[in-house]
């Protein structure tokens, strides 16, 4: 049985990672991510993004980190970010964009910011609450099939949708993330899943990943202390090698890490590193 039918939530492996020791690799599990994989959300960093944006970006990638998601901008055009994610070495590789403004006349100025940054997605990072339904969703679905049209045509990648823990719901008998899988269109849509959230909705990030092939280019990477709250990638309860093993399948490009409320971003940014770049699956 493949390692990824193990259960979701486990005992993490991450302690010995965090503090710096490599994860011992086991029969089988040789794969590891790719450095070029392994990145940083900024809504991560937002408090000292907005103090010093070119420090933390600088600092980041000191750490080792290849690529960011871009999640608000401090002030700043996408033309300054480019030039100090470029300064340091970093590539942006998509921008969270409200779905409001991508619904709406901010959808072409959007789409030639993220040329600008020289990301390859659009992500919607949630849906308005008025939408929570599965007609709600299903109009979404439309709505993305526009958007990812767009995206596609001014040459960039499928508009991505990121999830939160209520997106799993199942209300009149329907699951409302199934919803957006099934009627959108793969070469025009594809997903963000985070997988906190995923697992605090009751989802199987590895059973998408299986189900859905190659519909899941980026993840958020976020694990999950034993209190349900959020910590730092390893250190929690996510089993993130079981979870890792149809990645591949799932079309997983990217590997972003995120922490909604961390106590030192900086302290977060290296723990969360030094495991993802440990670890063998």
């Not at 590891?32 to 070119?54: C, E, S």
């Amino acid at each position: 049985m493949k390692s990824s039918r193990r259960a979701f939530l486990g005992t993490s492996l991450g302690l010995a990672a965090a503090v710096g020791t490599a994860l011992p690799a086991s029969a089988g599990q040789r794969r590891r991510i790719p450095r070029g994989g392994i990145g940083m959300h900024l809504y991560t960093m937002r408090d000292v993004l907005a103090k010093d944006f070119a420090g933390t970006v600088e600092q980041l990638a000191e750490i080792g980190y290849a690529t960011v998601g871009v999640s608000g901008r401090h002030g700043y055009g996408a033309a300054d970010i480019r030039r100090m994610l470029d300064t340091v070495g970093l590539r942006a590789v998509l921008e969270h964009v409200a779905y409001t403004t991508l619904t709406g006349s901010g959808l072409p100025q959007a789409l030639e910011d993220l040329h600008t940054l020289g990301a390859r997605w659009p992500v919607v990072p949630s849906l308005p609450g008025s939408m929570h339904s599965p007609a709600g969703y299903r109009e979404a679905a439309r709505e993305f099939n526009r958007i990812g049209a767009a995206s596609r045509e001014a040459g960039l990648g499928p508009v991505l949708f990121h999830n939160h823990d209520g997106d799993h719901d199942v209300l009149d008998g329907e699951n409302l993330y199934d919803i957006l899988v099934r009627e959108t269109d793969p070469h025009l849509v594809a997903f963000e899943l985070d997988v906190y959230w995923a697992s605090k909705g009751g989802a199987d990030p590895a059973a998408y990943f299986v189900r859905h092939r190659r519909r899941f280019p980026a993840l958020h990477v976020k694990d999950m202390a034993p209190d349900g709250g959020f910590a730092d990638v390893g250190s929690g309860t996510l089993d993130f090698a079981a979870m890792f093993d149809d990645a591949q399948a799932g079309g997983v490009r990217q590997w972003l890490v995120e922490h909604d409320t961390p106590k030192d971003p900086f302290a977060t940014a290296r723990n969360s590193y030094a495991y993802l770049a440990a670890l063998r699956y």
